[in-house]
């Protein structure tokens, strides 16, 4: 998810288990920078030397985790907010019935989010705190077993039209603009089951336009900047192959990718000034995921651990000339390492235990 350098520092929030990553978006259409440099925040999750996966957030490479339900079960860290000396984070953790819980923390104090039914639950991938209020992305299950998109404002859960009644929707990032409109981006099914990718505005849902009317598309990151309205994604041809692209007030942007045949993804915008930068990853020849990200249209691939293993880039942000993208670069042992670079330079993340697998999915730039 995305928020402020001062006035401009920009979290971009990574939007998963359905549908992959999510954003938020900046507030302010002031370009004003500090010239410090800036401190580094990052959501994900390690796993432990049982394999259990434990939410954290590392700030200038400094690892904190956080709390969960049940310390033998999983949780996971997804969209990050950071306001004044206050860190929002939110997620999901899992009980001891295996029910996913939604979930924010706040300087690592965890609050459990209301469900329809205790015994399906949904997650948070998404978080924005506008004027004090917490706004949060995400899905919940009916007793139907059917995902419907949601928000939570400071706690209270709003449901979100989908396509049709008994359609699964998602709600996979969240922003506020200066006024205080709420925009929600994510995607539905239609009644054929085909994903249409879409955002929220105003209690209205304005379904974006596809590669193929027939093939799918998601919509995972959000960004408002000077009026306009950014969000990222992507979109299935008809060979039901992923196409990553964006789409400003609803004119679709297709960028390019490795090989036409394999699958890519757009997982994150930031947008500065005339400059519109996505992050997320291609598919090689040899079937395996590359980071990426586009800088108005052309792609710059990224540093890996091993060319042979999939890695992937989930969130993207700025802060003056500098460009951040969180994500994670697998080994040759296929350890899936934390991750985030810098203007193309890799830094790895500390791990809860050696061996073990992490995943970097938010990156939030904050003025010192």
Request: hydrophobic share 35%.
């Amino acid at each position: 998810m995305i928020g402020k350098m001062k006035r401009t520092a920009l979290a971009v929030i990574f939007c998963g288990v359905i549908i992959g990553v999510s954003s938020g978006c900046r507030n302010s259409d002031s370009d004003i920078i500090p010239s410090a440099e800036p401190d580094i925040y990052i959501s994900g999750f390690t796993r432990n030397g049982l394999d259990v996966a434990v939410p954290c957030i590392w700030k200038n490479g400094q690892r904190t985790d956080l709390s969960v339900i049940d310390p033998a079960r999983p949780g996971f860290a997804y969209g990050l907010y950071v306001e004044g000396d206050d860190v929002f984070v939110v997620g999901s953790v899992v009980n001891g019935l295996g029910i996913y819980i939604p979930c924010c923390w706040k300087n690592g104090e965890r609050s459990d989010l209301s469900l329809i039914s205790p015994s399906r639950g949904g997650e948070a991938r998404s978080v924005f705190v506008w004027e004090g209020i917490v706004h949060v992305a995400g899905y919940v299950i009916n007793h139907s077993d059917v995902f419907g998109p949601c928000y939570w404002y400071d706690g209270a859960r709003n449901e979100l039209n989908a396509f049709a009644p008994g359609q699964n929707g998602n709600a996979a990032s969240v922003c506020v603009a200066p006024a205080g409109e709420l925009y929600l981006a994510g995607s539905v099914s239609d009644t054929s089951h085909i994903g249409i990718p879409c955002y929220w505005h105003s209690d209205s849902r304005i379904d974006l336009n596809r590669l193929d009317p027939a093939g799918s598309g998601t919509a995972r990151s959000i960004q408002l900047f000077l009026g306009d309205v950014y969000v990222a994604g992507d979109v299935r041809n008809d060979a039901n192959v992923p196409r990553p692209c964006y789409w400003k007030n609803g004119a679709r942007t297709d960028l390019s990718v490795l090989d036409q045949s394999e699958w890519a993804s757009g997982q994150s915008i930031f947008v500065n000034g005339s400059d519109v930068y996505v992050a997320g990853y291609c598919s090689r020849t040899v079937h395996r995921f590359a980071p990426c990200f586009w800088k108005n249209g052309i792609r710059n691939d990224l540093s890996v651990r091993d060319g042979n293993q999939h890695s992937y880039a989930w969130s993207i942000t700025g802060y003056g000339d500098n460009v951040y993208i969180a994500g994670s670069t697998t080994n040759g042992f296929q350890v899936s390492i934390p991750c985030y670079w810098h203007n193309g330079g890799r830094t790895e993340l500390s791990v809860l235990a050696y061996g073990k697998s992490g995943e970097a999915h938010a990156i939030f730039a904050l003025s010192k």
